[in-house]
């Protein structure tokens, strides 16, 4: 049983008068004992919370950043009106703001034997599981001076994805997709390496595309036109070691990643090829393997993306480079998303890079630092020369370290957090213009 502020009131407002014309036990038992009868009167008369049932209903899943909605039924069996205040508990994060939070607590009425819906309203703040916790009832008696009080665990999950803002820059890269893919008024056949048909020879044809063999069996000469190549396999390798959690900005590295990631498979799904995927730092933290390109992959990725976290240890470059080859069977792009920071990459990853680089055509993806930048240019004052010389300092050894890359034959992409994916997407029809997929 629980007290209202309005038995407070009514036990202040009797205890006005006894105190100031009747100050004794008389008086003070006068106002005590009517109002104890009403209050247990009153908790008698309530509904009982312990029989309500619960049931759930609504999204299971939800963007970062949209709203999702969770309705909860209330079922009362009782011969009496429920009265009552419900609060619906989610994890702190299952909102961007406490005053969002209000969309939590409901004050309703059910008829005896009756039910109710209730909608909570969600907007998440972090990347992936929301679960329900109890729901606390606090039932009113007629007179509102007590309450009684149960909680129910009513269990739900919604599952918060990643927001995918990248998804803008897709129909720019189909349209050049469908370019270089021939399905579009400007045809580019020659470009690729897969075989498309026979044609007439015509002044200015490279002779290598003439095909003898057609020409044997007909009077005019026929060349070879090709396309790029389709069914091509390409694993994506997101670092999850500590590098990835710290924050450029707003968004930590490993977010702009996924949204790079969600990009690149869109683009790759569309252009016929076979996408994996794979998170490691120690060990596989996460893996689509042996995906099809189709309709459910990009829906798959996102889901596994939903729950992937950053861990505070250094990420073990030998295991990665085994862990990649084993996922990786024959030819691959490798698209490796990782940082640039010097010692990381050259007591790690360059140990290990040729044995991946002999084998698949090898792609490094990072997130740079717009304000290390900003530091480099800064001027005015004593403090603002001293960020200049470190901004400086930052963005020399991250050309070192890309250029180490390069050597190495990896591709290498170093971009802000807004821009990595389409730049990524612009390196991935790069290279597959260039017939290197």
């Known amino acids: 049983m629980a007290l209202t502020g309005r038995a407070a009131l009514v036990a202040a407002l009797g205890s006005l008068p006894v105190g100031i014309l009747a100050p004794?036990?008389?008086?003070?038992?006068?106002?005590?004992?009517?109002?104890?009868?009403?209050?247990?009167?009153?908790?008698?008369?309530?509904?009982?919370?312990?029989?309500?049932?619960?049931?759930?209903?609504?999204?299971?899943?939800?963007?970062?950043?949209?709203?999702?909605?969770?309705?909860?039924?209330?079922?009362?069996?009782?011969?009496?009106?429920?009265?009552?205040?419900?609060?619906?508990?989610?994890?702190?994060?299952?909102?961007?703001?406490?005053?969002?939070?209000?969309?939590?607590?409901?004050?309703?009425?059910?008829?005896?034997?009756?039910?109710?819906?209730?909608?909570?309203?969600?907007?998440?703040?972090?990347?992936?599981?929301?679960?329900?916790?109890?729901?606390?009832?606090?039932?009113?008696?007629?007179?509102?001076?007590?309450?009684?009080?149960?909680?129910?665990?009513?269990?739900?999950?919604?599952?918060?994805?990643?927001?995918?803002?990248?998804?803008?820059?897709?129909?720019?890269?189909?349209?050049?997709?469908?370019?270089?893919?021939?399905?579009?008024s400007v045809l580019t056949r020659g470009e690729g390496t897969e075989f498309d048909s026979l044609r007439a020879y015509v002044p200015g044809d490279d002779t290598r595309s003439i095909d003898w063999r057609a020409t044997a069996r007909q009077s005019a000469v026929a060349v070879r036109t090709w396309r790029p190549e389709r069914d091509r396999h390409i694993l994506i390798v997101l670092d999850t070691g500590r590098t990835s959690a710290s924050r450029v900005g707003d968004v930590p590295?490993?977010?702009?990643?996924?949204?790079?990631?969600?990009?690149?498979?869109?683009?790759?799904?569309?252009?016929?090829?076979?996408?994996?995927?794979?998170?490691?730092?120690?060990?596989?933290?996460?893996?689509?393997?042996?995906?099809?390109?189709?309709?459910?992959?990009?829906?798959?990725?996102?889901?596994?993306?939903?729950?992937?976290?950053s861990e505070l240890v250094e990420t073990d470059a030998h295991g990665l480079s085994t862990a990649a080859l084993s996922h990786a069977p024959r030819r691959s792009l490798i698209v490796l998303f990782t940082g640039l920071d010097a010692a990381p990459i050259e007591e790690g990853l360059l140990p290990v890079l040729p044995e991946l680089t002999r084998r698949h055509t090898v792609l490094v993806a990072a997130v740079a630092d717009p304000h290390v930048e900003a530091m480099a240019q800064a001027r005015g004052t004593v403090d603002a020369i001293y960020e200049a010389a470190a901004g400086t300092q930052a963005q020399a050894q991250r050309r070192r370290t890309a250029d180490q890359?390069?050597?190495?034959?990896?591709?290498?992409?170093?971009?802000?957090p807004n821009d990595l994916a389409p730049a990524l997407a612009d390196a991935y029809l790069a290279l597959k213009a260039a017939g290197r997929l």
């Open 24 to 184: 004794s036990w008389t008086g003070l038992l006068a106002v005590d004992v009517p109002l104890s009868l009403a209050i247990l009167c009153d908790y008698a008369l309530a509904a009982p919370v312990r029989t309500l049932h619960f049931t759930r209903s609504g999204d299971t899943s939800v963007r970062l950043g949209d709203t999702a909605s969770v309705q909860l039924t209330v079922t009362s069996p009782s011969r009496r009106r429920l009265r009552a205040h419900i609060r619906d508990a989610w994890p702190p994060s299952s909102w961007t703001s406490e005053a969002e939070q209000a969309s939590s607590r409901h004050q309703f009425e059910v008829p005896a034997g009756g039910r109710r819906r209730l909608t909570t309203l969600l907007r998440p703040s972090r990347r992936g599981d929301r679960e329900a916790d109890r729901v606390t009832v606090r039932s009113f008696g007629p007179l509102g001076l007590a309450t009684r009080q149960g909680s129910h665990r009513v269990p739900w999950t919604v599952r918060v994805l990643p927001p995918f803002t990248s998804r803008k820059h897709l129909p720019s890269r189909l349209a050049r997709l469908r370019e270089l893919d021939g399905r579009t």
């Open 253 to 309: 590295r490993l977010d702009a990643a996924m949204d790079a990631t969600l990009l690149l498979t869109a683009l790759a799904t569309r252009a016929g090829d076979r996408v994996n995927l794979m998170a490691y730092d120690r060990r596989v933290r996460a893996q689509v393997r042996g995906r099809t390109a189709g309709g459910d992959l990009l829906s798959t990725v996102v889901s596994t993306l939903a729950t992937l976290e």
């Open 405 to 416: 890359l390069r050597r190495h034959g990896v591709t290498v992409v170093d971009a802000a």
